[in-house]
């Protein structure tokens, strides 16, 4: 054990300002190469050993930014660019919401990456063996003693001058510290080879192990609680059926429920000349037309038709429907405007049912009536 | 029971006759500012004196607040300078004096206190079983009783203790606190909705209270720290080595980051929510020249203290505390106005009548301070967490 060399000599010490003073004493010494152990922060200990202020916040500041800046990223790229979705009808780069993340994010990187920093920069990560480690010394600074040790590299050390020192600041107890593994200490080897290995290596081995159970794993008996079953499900291929589609198609002349051909596709002079209103103008009938206007076409046309769009300018607005042109229109006109759409207008023949459209023209009739009103109806 | 070692100086020492003199200047000063702004424009003086009770209200409720967090939390950093926070919590009493001219002009400030519009208005008719002036006058002297009750209860306790030295009494104040705290939090809420939200009775918010009292403890923080920085230069209070100005420091951008936090949380829920009815009342703070007062406010209220408090020496450093207390002062004030003035009038603005409630309040807190020293010991002498707190350190 002897011929190993010494690395410190340590010393134990019972309270707190004992610990204060033996800190600034050590300094006031001209020892450089000496540090304090306690088991909990002593606030005020930086400065007992003259130590220059810590650089750490202004590290922990700088992560914390790029987290913020880096969050605001990547929640830019989502939502402008890879997945842009209109959620509650606000802008697609709707920075409130980021706020919360980003702030997660902020002190979730400012955290863990302070105390990587640490872990490198003072621990010597990945170096894990240290001359203190395993000692009686650390055992008790970690329990409830306050320990400082001078490093035998200080250029004034003296193995003897230190222990009087320490002896003369009432240390309860003084050891010396051996190296036991010659070299590890001395500089951090986070760029060697074996280190950069055993990292990729689990790098990998957690990819791989991550892909095998989310991709094969559950869908292997029985882990796949009956997920992946013997059948054929939408959309999916076959190899039973010769076209290897899975669906099939309907029997050539297959009509859906409630399907009317609509004859005058393209042509709406036609749909004016041909088609009649089945509807009779009865109060029931214009109260449907009435909800459904305001639900389908008041948005562009505004409540009362005039074409004041609700939109404020966010889509055109179409012209009014108490144009001489509108009011003049045979009611098939206005169903093939609403069945096949016209200009920027879409159609609205799966929205709106056809008894339904029927429904919204004689309103639209009422409306009509209503701002152009003939002599009779004024008195 | 341990003795002070050191020394404690004087500590009924009164306060130099020039400030008080100062102080009588200020407030009379204010006053009648107050006066005569309530000839030209009563509506107007009726919601600058809104602000008044609401920042009055900060500070001495704040004041009491910070005792009673002291007991029961068992801090021995702020033994000290818990006078200093019980001196301004002596402005209690003056509450009740400063909510006379609202209370008198309610139907000009409040728009559900007049019969004819909560009537026909069907909102304000389902809110009036608690907004309606009788019990809203009775909530005001039950809030203002709370405060002044602890605050007699907590500083008779803590000066008998002066003399008679007994733990005893701090247990009383412990127990007192339990009992205060939970009854602060309904008094901070109803003032807050009472004074603050019920000037717009349509619109409401749950973080109201939370709200109002993040800026409470921010202001009344700012006020003892200004306080203690003052007195440690005059010498009034023993000499402070260890960490108990760094706490301050600390508390105030704990609270600074906490009403941001606040704001924020009751920003983002009715902007995503955005619904009619609640983004009203952002919506007349974004427009007519109100936009520039809201971001104002985000930089005085929130970056600037943020960033002047961040690093650890601003903590320490007696004068930027004292900056930071005054600049903290006038964000609380700021955002009271911010809060109060767009119900009075659509676009911005800003008068002299609105300086009457700074002066009023400094002047007030200066005679406040000198009525107690001289009267009652700056240091609670007989506290037994005295000598341990004189050597505090973190």
């Given at each position: 054990m002897t011929e190993k060399p010494l690395y410190a000599v340590a010393a134990l010490f019972d309270s707190p300002s004992a610990?204060?003073?033996a800190a600034e004493e050590t300094a006031k010494a001209g020892f450089t190469k000496y540090d304090v152990n306690t088991p909990y922060p002593v606030h005020g200990m930086d400065h007992a050993m003259?130590?220059?202020?810590?650089?750490m916040g202004y590290f922990a500041f700088a992560f914390g930014l790029f987290g913020t800046i880096s969050a605001m990223l990547l929640m830019t790229w989502i939502t402008l660019v890879d997945y842009p979705l209109v959620i509650g009808g606000k802008p697609f780069w709707s920075w409130p919401a980021f706020v919360p993340i980003a702030f997660e994010v902020t002190v979730l990187s400012a955290a863990v990456l302070s105390v990587l920093a640490m872990i490198v920069i003072y621990f010597k990560f990945p170096n894990v063996g240290h001359p203190l480690h395993d000692t009686a010394y650390m055992k008790a600074v970690s329990e409830d003693r306050f320990g400082i040790y001078v490093q035998a590299a200080d250029p004034l050390f003296?193995?003897?001058?230190?222990?009087k020192h320490f002896a003369s600041l009432g240390a309860v107890r003084i050891d010396p510290v051996y190296v036991t593994l010659?070299?590890?200490?001395?500089?951090?080897?986070?760029?060697?080879?074996?280190?950069?290995?055993?990292?990729?290596?689990?790098?990998?081995?957690?990819?791989?192990?991550?892909?095998?159970?989310?991709?094969?794993?559950?869908?292997m008996e029985p882990f796949n609680w009956m997920m992946d079953q013997n059948k054929l499900k939408p959309q999916k291929p076959s190899t039973f059926f010769r076209d290897g589609m899975g669906q099939r198609q309907p029997v050539p002349g297959t009509v859906a429920r409630g399907f009317m051909p609509y004859p005058f596709k393209g042509k709406p002079d036609d749909a004016g000349k041909y088609l009649v209103n089945p509807l009779l103008p009865t109060k029931e009938v214009v109260d449907r037309g009435r909800t459904k206007f305001l639900t389908f076409c008041s948005p562009c046309h505004g409540n009362f038709g005039r074409g004041d769009s609700r939109l404020q300018g966010q889509f055109p607005s179409p012209p009014t429907l108490h144009s001489d042109k509108v009011r003049n229109w045979p009611d098939g006109s206005i169903y093939h405007v609403i069945t096949e759409g016209q200009n920027v207008m879409p159609s609205y023949a799966t929205q709106i049912p056809r008894d339904d459209r029927w429904a919204i023209i004689e309103y639209i009739r009422v409306l009509q009536r209503a701002q152009n009103p003939k002599e009779s109806d004024l008195k | 029971m341990s003795t002070v070692t050191r020394d404690l100086g004087n500590p009924l020492r009164p306060m130099p006759q020039g400030v008080v003199r100062w102080g009588w200047i200020l407030l009379l000063l204010g006053a009648v500012l107050s006066a005569v702004a309530y000839l030209l424009d009563a509506r107007r003086a009726g919601y600058d004196s809104v602000i008044l009770v609401l920042f009055l209200a900060s500070l001495a409720a704040g004041a009491v607040f910070l005792v009673a967090l002291e007991y029961i939390s068992g801090a021995v950093w702020s033994v000290p300078m818990r006078r200093v926070s019980e001196f301004l919590a002596s402005l209690a009493p003056v509450l009740p004096v400063a909510g006379i001219l609202p209370l008198i002009h309610l139907q000009d400030v409040f728009p559900w206190?007049?019969?004819?519009?909560a009537i026909a208005d069907h909102v304000m008719q389902a809110k009036s079983p608690y907004l309606n002036t009788s019990f809203f006058v009775t909530r005001f002297a039950l809030v203002c009783g709370i405060w002044i009750l602890f605050f007699w209860l907590f500083t008779r306790n803590s000066r008998k203790q002066d003399t008679t030295r007994e733990q005893r009494l701090t247990t009383i104040n412990i127990r007192l606190s339990a009992v205060f705290l939970p009854v602060f939090a309904f008094a901070i809420s109803a003032t807050a909705i009472d004074w603050g939200m019920s000037l717009e009775p349509h619109w409401y918010s749950t973080i109201f209270g939370v709200y109002y009292f993040s800026g409470t403890v921010l202001a009344a923080l700012a006020a003892v720290t200004l306080a203690v920085v003052l007195l440690l230069e005059g010498n009034y209070l023993p000499k402070l080595e260890g960490d108990h100005l760094y706490s301050l420091g600390a508390l105030m951008f704990a609270f600074v980051n906490f009403w941001a936090y606040i704001a924020f949380s009751q920003f983002l829920l009715i902007w995503y929510a955005n619904l009619p009815e609640e983004t009203a009342w952002f919506i007349t703070r974004w427009h007519n020249?109100?936009?520039a007062v809201s971001i104002i406010l985000i930089v005085v209220h929130f970056a600037v203290p943020y960033f002047v408090l961040l690093p650890q020496e601003a903590k320490m450093d007696p004068k930027r505390l004292k900056f930071m207390a005054v600049w903290i002062l006038f964000a609380h004030l700021l955002d009271l106005y911010w809060l109060v003035m767009p119900s009075f009038d659509q676009g911005v603005?800003?008068?002299?009548?609105?300086?009457?409630?700074?002066l009023i309040v400094t002047g007030a807190a200066i005679l406040v301070f000198s009525w107690n020293m001289g009267r009652h010991n700056i240091v609670p002498v007989g506290d037994p967490k005295l000598e341990r707190a004189l050597h505090f350190h973190l």
């Open positions: 610990i204060m003073h003259r130590l220059r202020t810590s650089r003296d193995e003897a001058k230190v222990r010659p070299g590890v200490a001395d500089r951090p080897r986070l760029f060697e080879k074996r280190f950069m290995g055993v990292l990729a290596a689990t790098a990998i081995v957690t990819v791989a192990v991550t892909y095998f159970s989310l991709n094969k794993l559950l869908y | 206190a007049t019969q004819g519009k020249g109100w936009q603005s800003l008068g002299w009548s609105e300086l009457s409630v700074p």
